[in-house]
């Protein structure tokens, strides 16, 4: 049993760095491609580079000044691209980045084309209206 376990993570090791190298060759389609997942949008930017691995949720929240289902909602759309994971689960969510992330310097690319949003002061969101530089097609939360 303990060779079987050990065959099996040095065989997902391998796949990994084999992912590694492939985002690493592809970058720069890589990139342009989430750049435009991300497209005009401040509120995705904001809140993915809020994201730290240490704040919860509410926190995320707190510290934008919007509202908690517009986090939510923009935390699902990061999760299901597969830029952020669940760290931490329990009576408030922690989300981490993913590897990816790291590899291709995500919040390096938004941060020369956006500035650095999660470190600005923070600025009210207008009421009911949410991510106002969403993509057509997309569904908007509000209160």
């Known amino acids: ?27 720069k389609q890589i990139v342009e491609d989430l750049m435009g997942f991300f497209g005009r949008s401040t509120v995705r ?16 929240v707190q510290l934008l000044a919007m509202k908690q289902p517009n986090v939510s909602a923009t935390l699902t759309e990061l999760e299901a691209e597969g830029l952020i994971l669940i760290k931490a ?18 919040d390096r690319e938004l941060k020369k084309k956006f500035g650095d949003l999660a470190s600005a002061p923070p600025t009210s969101e207008p009421a009911g209206e949410g991510n106002t530089d969403q993509e057509p097609g997309r569904d908007q939360v509000s209160d």
Request: proline share 0%.
């Open 45 to 60: 930017v904001k809140v993915f580079l809020a994201v730290d691995g240490e704040r919860s949720v509410g926190e995320i």
């Open 89 to 106: 689960a329990g009576s408030s969510k922690v989300f981490m980045k993913t590897q990816k992330v790291e590899i291709l310097k995500l």
């Open 1 to 27: 049993m303990e060779k079987d376990v050990r065959e099996i993570k040095y065989r997902v090791g391998g796949i990994e760095k084999g992912v590694d190298l492939l985002l690493r060759a592809n970058r």
